[in-house]
């Protein structure tokens, strides 16, 4: 979720990037960089940190000039460092590019254009655009980055200048958000409107494949076809606040909203039809599994949750067996750990003190560390042995949503590939899960829908002082992360009960009017969960199921139904945990709570 911002003009250009980045702080960045076009070429100015770190390096060698782009950078290929920060240039600099997405052919086109000379500096997918853009470069900019964009695959919003055209600033976007802010006699181009609402509410949406030119003749827009085109003005009537969350009232259900596409941005590169899955970087071979003494999956709160649908899926999947711990018990139990032992340790910041004392005593043991993390260049990433990154984005709100989401999604890359290396999976199973995999995306957003139906059922609950979940099988791990997300926004408590064990205890707790959520998508225990249902509705308990379509008759016996689209049973977690979500946010809201920031929580835990 890295920011962009461009200014052509006749104002000095580097205050007004600043400025515009500054108000796209919101998205998350661990480096900044602006590219300024003057008399003497393109003065760049990047390092590694926040904004200030930039500003004062400004302020000490300031660079001129009325054109230019400016950065901030959220590391996904290469740790937050000055030299992959943004903005990236070719080899004799006449060219600058700042990037927001994933390059996925990068490597390919890195190699090819290594064989044609090309040098590179940094880690980063984004260098090989101004070199691939250099190479394409006959006299034409807006044509060598048409030609360049019709070789890259993945997503992008890229905003390009080049020294030997100094009087034009030029983008264009696939799949990642720009504007272009039309102001007298200047323009500016932005990843979002608040970078350039100080300026102008004047704004262009861009489309996917729509190329902008900034000069001084005006703002011109094109297709890839290179067909002019002519875009409707949209004014903007609302204030920055409100745009920095995407028009949603709250980062918690902005980033709720976002999970499809954080779905698929995790699954993208790592599993493609009729190929293996891919594992990034990670080299675990089947020599190394069928050697292995254990496996641990370790963990803190959500990402703990997370750990115990990947127990299942690890299980069922690879046939091997996994153990699930909460990190601040793990390290204190002294449990058994030998070189042959693989810890899975799972971590949106990367930064959660007891997570990363776990990684640390693991290796000292001499267990192989795999890290599953949000945060590119976090302690966790830097130090495990091996590391596969959920591309969810940052993550601003303190109850996870979408990072909770995306590790599943890990979890299951990871479960299919050891399947495959370990031959325990069938090629039909294989390619079926992947379809499966492949339709998340659309079935998250069609969950979403379900909004407006939770919103009522917190309007009518939302004054209860406890609720309870249950669960069987993966439905109970997903439970409890419901239970989790309720309490700690709305303060009403809850638990989360196996269906199994409501007999052995929780069952007195049920009495007439008791709030229960019951989760029904796992087939094979359907008629458990039903009796379950029955035993609470027995007691005078308000149950609102939530299964899978199809599953009509459970009509007969809870309260209300909520139904998720039909998945393979596997996969069923990604899905309900949405309902569940909203319906947290939508008690929290009711009762006035501040969704973001709850009482007593930091996003960070970083001491124990
Ligand atoms: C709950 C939540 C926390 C975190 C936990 C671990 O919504 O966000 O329970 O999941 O503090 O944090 P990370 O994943 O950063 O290690």
């Known amino acids: 979720m890295c920011g962009i911002v461009g200014y052509f003009g006749y104002r000095d250009a580097a205050p007004l990037l600043i400025e515009g980045l500054s108000k796209l702080e919101y998205r998350g960045y661990d480096s900044a960089g602006v590219a300024v076009l003057n008399d003497k070429g393109i003065d760049v100015s990047k390092c590694k940190g926040r904004l200030a770190n930039l500003e004062a390096r400004l302020e000490s060698k300031p660079i001129e000039g009325h054109i230019g782009i400016g950065h901030t950078r959220w590391a996904t290929h290469g740790e937050p460092s000055d030299v992959n920060s943004h903005p990236h240039c070719d080899c004799d600099i006449t060219i600058s590019v700042v990037h927001n997405g994933i390059i996925e052919n990068y490597m390919k086109l890195r190699e090819w254009l290594t064989s044609k000379g090309y040098e590179f500096l940094s880690e980063t997918d984004t260098e090989v655009i101004p070199n691939l853009i250099d190479f394409y470069y006959e006299g034409n900019l807006l044509e060598a980055v048409m030609k360049s964009v019709s070789m890259m695959e993945g997503s992008y919003a890229i905003g390009v200048v080049c020294s030997k055209e100094p009087d034009k600033l030029v983008a264009v976007r696939k799949d990642s958000p720009l504007i272009v802010g039309l102001g007298e006699k200047e323009s500016f181009i932005a990843s979002d409107i608040p970078a350039v609402l100080n300026h102008t509410r004047d704004i262009y949406l861009l489309e996917d494949k729509e190329f902008v030119v900034l000069s001084s003749q005006g703002v011109n827009i094109f297709d890839e076809h290179g067909e002019e085109l002519h875009k409707e003005i949209y004014k903007v009537t609302w204030n920055a606040d409100a745009a920095e969350k995407g028009g949603y009232e709250d980062f918690m259900l902005k980033e709720i909203h976002e999970q499809p596409k954080a779905i698929k941005d995790t699954m993208t590169s790592r599993v493609i039809s009729k190929e293996e899955i891919s594992l990034d970087k990670i080299t675990i071979t089947k020599e190394y599994l069928d050697n292995v003494d254990r496996i641990y999956v370790v963990a803190c709160g959500t990402a703990y949750h997370a750990g115990l649908v990947g127990k299942y899926a690890i299980e069922k999947l690879a046939k091997l067996q996994v153990e699930v711990d909460v990190a601040s018990e793990f390290r204190y139990r002294d449990p058994i750990i030998t070189d042959r032992t693989l810890i899975i340790v799972v971590s949106q910041s990367g930064e959660t003190a007891d997570t990363l004392a776990v990684l640390r005593e693991g290796k000292k043991k001499g267990a192989r560390v ?110 409890l992360e419901g239970s989790l997300k309720l309490k700690e926004i709305s303060y009403i408590h809850s638990d989360a009960y196996a269906g199994g064990e409501l007999k052995h205890g929780p069952i007195a707790l049920i009495e007439k009017g008791t709030v229960v959520i019951a989760l029904v998508t796992q087939n094979t225990l359907l008629d458990k969960m039903v009796s379950n249902i029955k035993e609470v509705v027995t007691r005078g308990a308000k149950v609102m199921a939530i299964t899978l379509e199809g599953n009509d008759d459970i009509e007969k016996t809870a309260d209300s139904v909520l139904y998720l689209p039909k998945i393979h049973e596997l996969l069923t977690p990604v899905l309900a945990v949405i309902p569940l979500q909203l319906l947290a946010y939508y008690m929290a809201k009711q009762k006035g709570c501040d969704v973001d920031k709850p009482r007593n929580l930091a996003k960070s835990v970083t001491v124990e």
């Open 370 to 479: 795999l890290a599953i993390t949000n945060v590119v260049g976090s302690s966790v990433s830097r130090e495990a042995h091996d590391v596969l990154y959920t591309w969810a984005g940052p993550e601003i709100a303190v109850a996870s949503t979408k990072a909770y989401v995306t590790q599943l999604i890990a979890f299951y890359i990871v479960a299919l590939r050891f399947a495959e290396l370990k031959n325990t999976i069938s090629q039909e199973e294989l390619e079926l899960l992947k379809e499966e995999l492949y339709r998340l995306p659309a079935l998250a957003q069609e969950t979403l829908k379900h909004q407006d139906v939770l919103q009522r059922f917190a309007y009518n609950t939302y004054t209860e002082k406890d609720m309870y979940f249950l669960g069987r099988g993966m439905d109970y791990a997903v439970s």
